[in-house]
């Protein structure tokens, strides 16, 4: 009987370790945190600059003629009785189809980034991606180290712009 308590003693104190060893490995670094804090901003990034060039379409559509006409459009899309009411041409509805062509390409379009710069282990790796979006899941604090660090990158990038394009200090 004392021997089958010792036993399982010792197991139980080897699976401790075991685990601990586990979750030992299981910390994130800062670097990793950068990493996918870096990547996480360039996906965002790309995103912005890609609906910046949506709206500079809706906008400045020549068939269309602003936001004004484009929301109306909207509003009426999917009801044919509407969309005669407002006398949509077919010239209108070729460019309007051409616009959401390109709002359905740019989901694609960052997703494919975002999985490109993922698989790129100089960039981040899959298993950091892995590793931090977990922690990120189960620690509040790598949560919060992330999301401030990319509050920091969009800030120097806002600025970064801002400066190229003329607008900043």
Known sequence: MKTLFVSAFLMLSFISVNVF???????????????FAVMEDSVMAFYEKKNIELIDMIRNNEVIEGAGRYNEIKAAWDD???????????DEKAAYEEILAFMGSLGDEVRELKIELIKNDEILGVATFNKVNKAMK???EVKEKVESLQAELKEKRTEDEDTESGTGA
Do not use: M
Not at 80 to 90: C, G, H, N, S, Y
């Open 21 to 35: 060893a586990q979750e030992e490995s299981e910390v994130v670094t800062d670097e990793e945190i950068e990493k």
């Open 80 to 90: 044919e009785e509407k969309l005669a009411e407002i006398e949509i041409t077919d």
């Open 138 to 140: 189960e620690d509040p």
